[in-house]
Every structure is written in C-alpha cells, then in structure tokens.
C-alpha cells in the first residue's frame, strides 16, 4: 500500500470490523484515488463531440502563457516598509508577510497586494489599550484628570481600560492609517470596524495601487501556499486559471465587490476541475502529518483549523520515488480543450445545489445541508465553494442575479466553444442581457391584518 493510502487509512474515521474488510479496503482505494488524482470525468468523451477552434489553443498559449506577476523586488520593499511602521506605531514584535495571487503563483503585474501584519494577540491588546486611551484623551480630554477633588489621586496608568482583541485591532489598523503616509503609502480606504478590520493603502514609490492591510488575519497565508504549490505541479494550471478569470470578469461574474464570487474562488475551480479530469492530486489529502492552527473563523469563533498540505516539492519527489501513484489525466491536453472542460463541466455536468466544489476532498460528493449553513441560501439552485482551509462556503458574496447571470454566462461560453470561436470573439463578446430570474416562493401563512382602534372618549370638564 502506498504512503498515501495509509495516510488516508490513519485519518479516517471508519473502524471496519472483520468480515468488512473487502469493503473497507475498497474505499481506501477510492479515497486514494481521489487524493492521488484518478480521472473521474469523461473528457475524451467530450472533446470527440465537438471541433474547436483550429488557433484556439495557440492564441490561449500566446496571451495567458507567459503573463508577468508583480516584480519580488516591488512586493518585498512594500512589505518591508508596513512592517517597520506596524513596529514603529502597533507592536515592537510585529511581522508582515504578502498572501493573495501577487504571491500565489495566479497574479499579474496589476494584481492587488495583500498584507498580513502577526502581532501575538497578548502584546496587541496590550499597546492598543494605551494607544486607544491615548486617542480618547487627546480627542475629548478626560474629565476626571481635571476633576481637582481627585487630581491627586487619578493618572492615565489607573484609569487605563484593556481593549479586548478586536478592538485591538480596529485600533490597530487606525494607527497605521495615521502612520504609513510618512513611509511612501498613500491611504485610500480604511474599515476599522468591519468582520476583519482592513486599511487599504496605495503606494507612492511603485506601481502597486491596492494594498489591504490586515490584522492577524493569518489563514489566508495558508491558502496562498496551498495554491502557490498547484501552480507549480502543472504548467497549464496558471494559464488556465488566468484565463477563467479575465473571461469571468469580462462577463461580469466576476467579483465579491459586485455580488459574483471572487477572484479566488475561481481559482479554486479550475483547480477543481484540473483534479477531476485527474492532472493534480489533493495535497491536503496527502499530507503526511496533521498540522492545527487555534484561531477565528469568519464568524469570530475560536476553533481549530486543519493547514496540513504536502508541498510541491514534497509531491514532485514522493512520485519520483513510487511512494505516490502519479495523476492518470492525459498530458497532451492544450489549454484549448483544458478550457472547453472546464466550460461544459459547470454548464452541463456540475450538480448546482448539491456539489461542492472541493479541493481537500475532490469526491463530487453531497455535503448535506448543514453546509448550507456556511454560505449563502438562493431560492435557486446554486454553485457551492468550499474554501480548502478556512471551513466556509465561498457563494456568501453571490446575489440572487448574479447567480442567474453566473448560469447564462457558462451556457452562452459552451454554446460558442461548440460552434469553435476563436479566443477573441469569446473574450469580446458582451455579457448576455436576457437574465430571468425564477420567481421567489410565497410565504404560507395570511397577512396579517391590523384593525383600527377607535380613539379613547376624554371626559368632559365643562
């Protein structure tokens, strides 16, 4: 048995009995396929059923193959300079370290940079609470300090109040919107009060024109070393990925900001779909050794989070020494056909409403509907996206029309691909404006009906 089965035996939770061993050995088989990266898509099928576009794979080759990402040198001066601000105005320990698709592997030159400034919590809420009673009394003066019964008796050090640790971080994110200015940042937009406090600031010194600061915010350095290292294991993943997203946002499905799913979410599915026709692995379901990290979720509960993945360079070798089956998909697939796919995966063969579009666990499984309760409900059927660390369905942005014009996209790209457009009239093509949506239930139950009161009868005082 390979290493990667006997993980997956470790890790599951079955405890088979004897006589259901034939059993349970065959799911083991199973799951190692669906970790190792077994085929579980007709894609050949598929292809034969349609003629593509003769210079359809050479112009996708020629536009999305070779696209620059965000220059090292830019990304590592940025971050340099907010962590010696977080330490200079926030904490004298605090570290700042790039995430998102400037540093994932799936970034272009004009790909905003994300920031996470790690300040263990203890010494945040111990500074924010000086630096919050410093700005209360700088701003409204403390009448207590002036009170000249108790001035000899009342000092800022007594009547220091300890923030608690998301007021910690509104404040210290405020402190560095009033800092950051005097080291080349220029700021553009500043949500202290939000789920995940955030500055957003635009640098002066290089072309980087977003840069979103936030405060320990740290599962999302998970998710970009995750990804970072499925952009390594195929050379077509990150031109496919590129261009998903510039059809997508052309289209304008595209987007949390709009109500679409964001741009991350749509790298999670290519990817999804790149393990179903088997040509990646699931890293997570492969890692050798589990790995937690206590922080919290996206509704600010504390809870334990898996962040255990094999790297690409741990995979690459585990296959060069036979202790992991490598992926069976075909290899000679042009991102032509890789795309085609990837298109009639969502438009025809996804199960909207019940599959969920996974990358720990790629079983095209239903979930069941406790995992409704993670993102957001539609009347409609609609497409669920699991964020492969941070447990949550990443629909919860999508409103109800941008579902249904999610939908129409897919089928309009597949109808296209079919009759072999080239890549431009693909790209150029406007998004489709006959968008209907499904009418929404009616409630059981009557209205309500209020009666008049009469008004009451005031006794006469004459």
């Known amino acids: ?49 349609v003629q593509l576009h003769a210079d359809l794979a050479k112009d996708i080759e020629e536009k999305f193959g070779s696209v620059p990402q965000q220059a090292e040198k830019v990304v590592h001066d940025v971050v340099m300079r907010i962590q010696e601000g977080a330490q200079r105005c926030v904490a004298p320990s605090a570290t700042a370290h790039p995430f998102g698709s400037t540093v994932n592997g799936f970034g272009e030159e004009s790909s905003d940079l994300d920031v996470l400034v790690a300040i263990e919590e203890e010494e945040l809420t111990y500074y924010m609470s000086y ?44 402190q560095l919107a009033d800092f950051l200015p005097e080291l080349g940042f220029k700021v553009s937009q500043l949500i202290p009060r939000a789920r995940k406090p955030l500055v957003t600031l635009e640098d002066t010194r290089s072309t980087l024109t977003e840069v979103d600061v936030s405060i320990n915010n740290s599962l999302p350095l998970y998710n970009s070393q995750l990804l970072r290292a499925y ?15 510039v059809w997508a946002k052309g289209k304008k499905v595209c987007g949390a900001q709009g109500g679409n799913l964001s741009s991350y979410s749509w790298t999670i599915m290519v990817v999804y779909f790149l393990q179903l026709v088997g040509l990646l692995p699931s ?61 009639r995966f969502y438009s025809a063969e996804y199960e909207w409403g019940k599959e969920v579009v996974s990358i720990q666990k790629p079983d095209r499984k239903d979930r069941g509907p406790w995992f409704l309760l ?19 369905d990443l629909n919860i942005v999508m409103m109800r029309e941008r579902l249904a014009q999610l939908k129409v ?53 004459n």
Request: aromatic share 8%; glycine share 4%; charged share 30%.
């Open 283 to 343: 890293l997570q379901l492969l890692s050798k050794e589990e790995r937690t990290l206590q922080t919290r979720d996206y509704w600010a509960h504390e809870r334990p989070f898996e962040v255990g993945f094999l790297t690409a360079e741990e995979y690459q070798n585990d296959v060069a020494d036979g202790k992991i089956a490598a992926p069976n998909g075909e290899a000679s697939l042009s991102l032509a056909e890789l795309f085609y796919g990837f298109v």
């Open 374 to 392: 993670f993102g957001k409900a539609h009347p409609e059927p609609c497409i669920h996206v699991e964020d492969p660390i941070e447990f949550r």
């Open 131 to 174: 630096a919050s009673f410093q700005n209360r009394y700088q701003r409204l003066g403390n009448p207590l300090l002036h009170d000249e019964a108790i001035s000899d008796f009342a000092s800022p050090s007594l009547l220091l109040k300890a923030v608690t640790p998301k007021s910690a971080m509104t404040h210290a994110v405020q």
């Open 1 to 49: 048995m390979t290493v990667a089965a006997s993980v997956i035996a470790m890790r599951s939770r079955r405890r088979s009995l004897p006589d259901e061993s034939a059993e349970a050995e065959a799911e083991e088989e199973e799951e190692e396929g669906i970790a190792t990266g077994a085929a579980r898509l007709p894609l050949d099928e598929w292809l034969q059923e």
């Open 231 to 245: 952009s390594i294991l195929d050379p077509r993943v990150r031109p496919l990925v590129l261009l998903a997203k």
């Open 409 to 461: 996209e897919f089928e309009h790209a597949l109808e296209m691909l079919s009759e072999g457009c080239s890549l431009e009239e693909l790209l150029n093509r406007e998004p489709r404006p006959d968008v209907m949506l499904i009418p929404r239930r009616r409630k059981f139950g009557r209205k309500k009906k209020y009666r008049s009161m009469p008004l009451p009868r005031l006794p006469d005082f």
